[in-house]
């Protein structure tokens, strides 16, 4: 009994300290980006995304770097740049479920309302020091997201067009 306590007190700091299963190391291999011009409000929302496939090559994860600014070309750098952090389950794209009423099954066509994801905003000086970094990783969920040369110097020219230069 108490070796098992000790066993078991031993795993539990293992875990704790972080020795736990090391995190999945996936490589961005893609950038894209689009923008959505609001005439009305004399606003851009300009987004950048890198992309990070899993072993099988379907998109794990995706990373957005999002500004906005006035008009339909920056005339000054965004004062911040939010980053979301986006986990695409492999089931994604044919979410599978079903449904019982009174013993007879109910045809239903799924389709994915939400993912998992999370938000952060950086001042736009350290995502000028992000995109001219030689390596950049992240670490978010499960994963340690490595981003690709390509991608990278695909952000040094998103970078420098937000600049407003």
Known sequence: MI?????????????????AQPPRHLLGTSMSGHIEMNSA?????????VAFPDSQGRPAFTVDFIAQYE?????????????VITQLPPDDDAPHVSMQVNGEALMLVPRVRS????VASIAF???VKLANADSVVERAFDAEL??????????RTVAQRWSGR
């Open 125 to 127: 000086d350290d995502f």
């Open 146 to 155: 490595e981003f690709g040369v390509g991608q990278i110097r695909m952000l």
């Open 71 to 83: 008009g339909a070309t920056p005339s000054a750098p965004p004062r911040v740049v939010d980053v």
């Open 41 to 49: 409000a004399g606003t851009t929302v300009d987004t950048a995304t």
């Open 115 to 118: 993912r998992r994801a999370m």
């Open 3 to 19: 070796r098992t306590m000790v066993i078991g007190a031993g795993l539990m700091l293992l875990a704790a300290t972080g020795f």
